[in-house]
């Protein structure tokens, strides 16, 4: 008599959570002793090297009947996930969206938020799992996910959660996302400058279409008027006078920074793009370049023109706002690089700016 079959269950997930995957698939076969054929895409295992990718995924899919889609900042701007957990819906599996490292259920896009997830914010949300495979598969399995092993996987992560830029969230008051000026904008004549600003303006209706679709596949809520989109939880855009900025929150850094700068692309889709990280009035910044670069020299910290700096890959200036709305406050001046910038690597880059003195908290 062969061996009977075992149950399947399949873990999709973002590309960028593969070694979260990892992790819990392991914790999870140890939990269910190998009685359930665990399928994570990116684990090496379930595919082998050498094999067709998309046909294995569709296998797995075909014997698998309850999936876990982890639902994670990292998801939140890929597609991919929510494809594959309709195409899995379609063929009769039981989807289960679980949020996780900072997102919530409510910040589900739009198809997953239907179904019936909830969130994971500790081992007793991990074993939410084992419930489900219970139920499913009339199994009598522990529920033995550790708040040991849901510090793992948030260690693993890199995400900090409820600690949005870092240590010095507190000292943020809010990131800004502007695109960079047209570097060739001082040989314009103020009729080309003011054409320039009219397209701008007058392609907000298409572009805020492009927007809205972006906030809903990342299942934020919005409401959106002529000329601007108010975002709920942590997250605003507007335009004014052809001048578009997208506005952020430090506490919500790790989940909304990436959404921010999809946004800031639609809106920018030619230009360079700026991060202005303002500074609460308590915090003063030190603007003389003989000081800041002395204090920083022994961090890695390199000099790329005037004023600006790198560390890390990332280019930045720290100074004070000249404009009217921040006159007098402390701000850094990130470049966003081609492949965006983590709230992690924000993070690390203003603890290092404190730690060196070149921002200073006088509250």
């Not at 003063?284 to 790329?304: K, Q």
Request: charged residues 20%; negative net charge; proline residues 4%.
């Amino acid at each position: 008599m062969g061996n009977p079959i075992k149950p399947t269950v399949f873990f999709s997930h973002s590309s960028a959570d593969r070694e979260v995957a990892g992790l819990l698939k392991g914790r999870f076969i140890e939990l269910t002793g190998g009685t359930i054929d665990v399928f994570v895409s990116s684990d090496g295992q379930s595919i082998r090297v050498g094999t067709n990718w998309v046909h294995e995924v569709q296998q797995a899919l075909e014997r698998c009947k309850l999936m876990f889609v982890l639902v994670t900042p990292n998801s939140l701007v890929s597609s991919w996930i929510t494809f594959e957990a309709g195409f899995a819906y379609s063929r009769g599996i039981q989807v289960v969206p679980i949020a996780m490292l900072g997102v919530t259920v409510d910040e589900m896009p739009s198809p997953l938020r239907l179904l019936q997830g909830y969130n994971v914010s500790s081992h007793r949300g991990l074993n939410n799992i084992v419930a489900n495979v219970n139920e499913l598969f009339h199994y009598s399995l522990p529920e033995g996910f550790t708040e040991s092993d849901y510090t793992s996987i948030v260690e693993l992560s890199g995400t900090a959660l409820s600690a949005g830029l870092g240590e010095f969230t507190d000292r943020v008051e809010e990131l800004v996302i502007r695109g960079l000026p047209d570097r060739d904008s001082h040989a314009k004549t103020d009729e080309e400058r003011k054409a320039e600003e009219a397209n701008r303006a007058s392609a907000w209706a298409a572009r805020s279409t492009a927007i809205g679709e972006i906030l809903g596949r990342h299942g934020v809520e919005y409401i959106k008027d002529s000329t601007t989109i108010f975002v709920a939880a942590g997250l605003y855009t507007t335009t004014h006078y052809g001048q578009f900025s997208v506005m952020c929150d430090a506490d919500f850094a790790p989940m909304r920074l990436p959404v921010a700068i999809a946004i800031a692309g639609v809106v920018f889709p030619d230009a360079e793009m700026s991060l202005e990280v303002r500074m609460r009035d308590s915090v003063i910044a030190d603007t003389a370049p003989h000081r800041i670069t002395a204090r920083l020299a022994s961090a890695g910290v390199t000099i790329e023109g005037r004023h600006i700096l790198q560390w890390r890959g990332v280019q930045f200036r720290v100074g004070t706002g000249q404009d009217q709305e921040i006159k007098g406050v402390a701000c850094v001046w990130v470049r966003i690089p081609p492949n965006g910038i983590a709230a992690d690597v924000l993070g690390q880059l203003i603890t290092l700016l404190f730690a060196r003195r070149v921002l200073e908290d006088r509250g």
